[in-house]
């Protein structure tokens, strides 16, 4: 009877493990398909692509973040995103060139930037 358990509870571990292995994949593959796309856009080393990936990940969790927030009006979520943008351009600027950043930087976000005088 003891060996059944043990059984189902090994099954129970490897259905886990696997679907945990599985849920994993489409992150990792975004992740590489990305390195990839600056790599290959910005034509930067290593540590370049790195720190862009590091900015672009933390200002898209912190946007669904505001989004999300049930306690803000529009105009104030407006507001955050604007600041949350200008933050991360403001970033991505110490580091790429002005040619790199027109490939990283949307168009209306760049527009913003010079506007404001950065």
């Known amino acids: ?6 059984c189902q509870f090994i099954l129970l571990l490897l ?20 390195a990839n796309y600056y790599r290959r856009g910005l034509q930067a080393d290593s540590q370049q692509i790195a720190r862009v990936a590091v900015i672009q990940s933390a200002y898209k969790a912190s946007l669904y973040a505001i989004m999300a927030d049930t306690t803000m009006n ?5 507001l955050r995103i604007a600041a949350l943008m200008d933050d991360k351009n403001r970033k991505l600027s110490q580091f790429l060139t ?5 490939k990283v930087i949307p168009a ?11």
Do not use: D, H, V
């Open 108 to 118: 209306s976000e760049r527009n913003t930037m010079e506007n404001s005088g950065q």
């Open 15 to 34: 259905t886990c493990f696997c679907l945990n292995t599985y849920a994993q994949q489409p992150e990792l593959q975004r992740q590489r398909q990305q």
């Open 1 to 6: 009877m003891n060996i059944k358990i043990y």
């Open 74 to 78: 529009e105009a104030a979520k407006r």
């Open 98 to 102: 002005p040619a790199q950043q027109q």
